[in-house]
């Protein structure tokens, strides 16, 4: 008889993205002439710059002769932006982070999605709470989670690491100990982000536990402040007991082109001394025909002079909305939190209103879109996610009717 992945079945409702897309599908559909402003999903807005568009007309063209034509990619990515990530993203920082330890993919959602793939089912593992949706519902997709609490919102076999305004977002470490670790700094959702000596404190405990962190740096362009690491390989020791997950989405504009990479260092081993590496590389090889061609070459010209000189525009247009953002919530008396090295505002909820009455209220008589809080796990209730990547046109008048609410 025909099962499903009984897993799968312990998914609970909807992806959030898709569960907020929906409820604004519906209120667009009942009232057509509004004017919605979306700061939801952190989905960028400005176009690709003209040294990413140039390499993938170029690439388009080779692919149309048969010298130049490319079939398969290379299932782990090709050799020249794999060479590129690790010269611009590690070696300028002087982290030992060799070619070979880069794995190309489709994009960080789905790295950081099938990572867990590679670790037993037995694996404890650890989340900030509020936390990124894909880490969790990946993890309950293999079996990891146990059973879900109603009255605590949790699954039992998790470990929740509270970020709150009390902590100022930055996770205690636990005394029950994990095998694996997600962390992500800049940290969506809260905006917040870890200095460097907090960040080393994580690395030294996994190591003296022999834990794996699986860091996340999707948002490391939104950095300023130069005490916060845009890579866990800047602490030392982090080779024996970091993952770290990279995006082109937030910086370069990829969310519809899809790209990313993850590192897997040749040092990260488990208790048995199985190399994570070759396991990582054993998945790519198995479920994976490598990222497009053109998107790698898209990739490439992302660190080159003009392209560096390009991305640090797109960034500085958005950290402009987040300077908009947090200003004009300020100005109109909410509590808001990040938006400093990162694109995301996390806002308390007005009237103690939760996550999900205030996201309707402000659909329903703003027209404004943002992520409730609640979505991103328990300690996200009263709590509100916008994003700075709108446009400035948009973001103002959001500002504005957040303003009049
Ligand atoms: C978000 O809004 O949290 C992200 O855009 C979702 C993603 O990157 O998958």
Request: with cysteine; proline share 5%.
């Amino acid at each position: 008889m025909l099962k499903v992945n009984p897993d799968y079945l312990k998914l609970r409702g909807s992806y959030l993205f898709s569960t907020v897309a929906r409820k604004v599908a519906a209120s667009q559909a009942a009232h057509p002439d509004r004017q919605i402003i979306r700061l939801g999903i952190g989905d960028v807005t400005l176009p690709l710059t003209p040294t990413v568009v140039a390499a993938i007309h170029k690439a388009g063209d080779e692919m149309a002769h048969a010298e130049t034509f490319r079939g398969y990619a290379p299932d782990l990515g090709y050799g020249f932006l794999r060479e590129a990530a690790a010269a611009h993203d590690f070696k300028a920082r002087g982290c030992d982070i060799a070619a070979d330890e880069i794995f190309i993919s489709d994009g960080a959602k789905s790295d950081s999605g099938n990572i867990q793939e590679i670790f037993s089912r037995d694996c404890r593992i650890a989340v900030c709470d509020p936390v990124y949706p894909v880490y969790l519902d990946s993890n309950v997709m293999g079996g990891r989670t146990g059973d879900f609490d109603e009255a605590k919102q949790q699954w039992s076999r998790v470990i929740y690491l509270p970020c709150t305004a009390a902590n100022a977002f930055s996770p205690e470490l636990p005394s029950e100990v994990p095998d694996l670790i997600y962390i992500c700094s800049p940290n969506n959702p809260t905006g917040t982000a870890m200095k460097k000596e907090r960040l080393q404190e994580w690395v030294d405990y996994a190591n003296a536990h022999g834990s794996v962190i699986i860091f996340d740096a999707a948002y490391e362009a939104y950095i300023s402040d130069p005490e916060v690491p845009h890579s866990i390989y800047e602490c030392s020791g982090a080779r024996t007991c970091a993952i770290e997950i990279r995006s082109f989405s937030k910086n370069a504009g990829f969310t519809g082109l899809r790209l990313g990479y993850t590192v897997v260092p040749k040092d990260l081993k488990d208790a048995d001394g199985t190399a994570l590496r070759d396991l990582w590389a054993r998945r790519h090889g198995t479920k994976f025909n490598g990222a497009p061609y053109i998107q790698q070459r898209a990739g490439e010209a992302v660190y080159s002079e003009a392209g560096q000189t390009e991305i640090r525009g797109l960034v500085s247009y958005y950290m402009e909305n987040a300077r908009t953002i947090r200003e004009g919530l300020a100005a109109a008396g909410y509590t808001a939190f990040g938006g400093i090295d990162s694109p995301y505002i996390w806002m308390q909820t007005p009237d103690g209103l939760s996550s999900w009455e205030f996201f309707d209220r402000l659909l329903e008589e703003a027209s404004v879109v943002g992520t409730p809080g609640s979505g991103f796990g328990p300690s996200g209730e009263g709590y509100f996610r916008l994003t700075a990547f709108g446009t400035h046109e948009n973001t103002k008048a959001a500002v504005e009717r957040l303003q009049r609410l």
